[in-house]
């Protein structure tokens, strides 16, 4: 029974997480939301490639120094 009752809870959290999703959807808020992570994963992106290259760079000096 108290397994039963987890579940039919449980449900009814993702229900609302999905209203909310659909709420979001339909005054277009949603874009900009993905817009915003969208902007954010690239800006790491960027950072990680940028910091790649400069270590990059000490490596070779490095190994051109013994």
């Given at each position: 029974?108290?397994?039963?009752?987890s579940t039919?809870?449980?449900?009814?959290?993702?229900?609302?997480?999905?209203?909310?999703?659909?709420?979001?959807?339909?005054?277009?808020?949603?874009?900009?939301?993905?817009?915003?992570?969208?902007?954010?994963?690239?800006?790491?992106?960027?950072y990680l490639?940028?910091?790649?290259r400069k270590?990059?760079?000490?490596?070779?000096?490095?190994?051109?120094?013994?």
């Amino acid at each position: 029974m108290l397994g039963l009752l987890s579940t039919v809870v449980f449900s009814q959290e993702i229900q609302q997480q999905v209203e909310m999703a659909d709420a979001m959807r339909q005054s277009g808020k949603i874009y900009v939301v993905v817009g915003v992570l969208c902007i954010i994963f690239l800006g790491i992106i960027a950072y990680l490639i940028s910091i790649d290259r400069k270590v990059s760079r000490l490596e070779s000096k490095m190994k051109g120094n013994k």
